[in-house]
């Protein structure tokens, strides 16, 4: 049987010179997420039908090339609508706060002060250790999120312990993330979320557009080898290019260049529509991080690990504050969704059962039929759609890598030491 080039090859515009002065170029296959460096001449020959058998013998990268019957759609979303359906993984995302201390302009959720029922924390409690042991869960991730988490602090401690204590009884492996707009956190506070809470990663959503000099010096101050498990993933939602040099010079002043700190500028949800600029402006942003001792993000797409998010994922719910079970995280606290999108109240669910069927977890069916413009895309492995919400409002969901990928291959090229062709 003959072969061909997967269709989920990124091969690179430039020419480069090796070390031996020969012209290669990178080839990324997203399948792998492994960029190969790959002699100029059998690079351009992967564009073809088909290919001499000899190339497959000079690839570093036996994957680039397939059989050539090779359904590779299918397989890609066989592969990801397995690691949605699985029962062994189960994915909690719980609100336990109405309320945020921060307001951001951008965000959609509305703020409401009081505190949960003890009934509803019950449900919660019951819903999430019944989930945990059940004979098929291996894995239980919780996610902490919403408006700000950290101001129900002492829920959060006590409801992770008892998870905590469920897992290690029951041998089920245990992740935690919480999401903070970070002006909450004391040295005092992630002792005991690491510890009692085994949160080993935050995620802190920075607002450029406020004052978040104190919040990067307090983050500064967490650093400690303490906690040596802990990655602090810190996110920027930027809403002007300008914003970005801002940032990064004021993480460095901060000494925030460490590797326990991560650093992810976004575009802010009101500069979607200008998604070129901020594209354009990102290799820059990657290569002064890179030169300044800033950890970033994956250069290059990382493969999908597991499900692309909870609202493809029956295993997977997002239990809000109000009481509601949705699908989908940006549902909760949003009034439209409240009304629309709740599936059912946690206080009356059957916690035997996963929740009910959301409005996108049909969504690999639906690339699979060419409904969405993902199914021909060259990024479907390491991308899954982004977000089927954002597609279902009329809006891209590309991620930024999709309109820069030749420039951050050559940041590839530049920092594995291969010379642009002149």
Known sequence: M???ASRYLVVSEAAYT???GQPVRLVLNTRTSRVSTVDDAVARTLGRETLPAAIAEQLSDPSILVPSDRDELTDVLDEQRARARSLASLNYVLVPAGFCNMGCEYCGQVHVRGKSTANHRDAVRDRV????NRPSTEEVRIGWFGNEPLLSYAIVRELA???VEAADA???RYTSTLSTGGSLLTLRRLRALYEECRIHTLRITIDPQRPYHRILSTLSELASDEFPLLRLMIHSDLADVDQGDAFLDAAVAAGLNRPMFEFDLREAPAWR???QRFAAAEPRWLRRMHE??????NLIPAQLTGPLCPAVTRTAEVISSSGGIFSCTEHPLVSTHEQDDVLELVEQADHDRQRPAGRYDDWHDRVNRGEQKCSGCVFLPVCGGSCPKRWGEGTSACPSYTHNIQ???DLVAARSGLVPCS
Do not use: N, Y
């Open 292 to 297: 300044v001792g800033l950890v970033t993000g």
């Open 18 to 20: 090796d070390g031996g």
């Open 170 to 172: 029951g041998g089920v």
């Open 407 to 409: 420039q951050r291959l």
């Open 161 to 163: 312990a008892q998870f």
């Open 129 to 132: 250790l019944r989930g945990i």
């Open 273 to 275: 529509r200008g998604e």
């Open 2 to 4: 003959g072969q061909k």
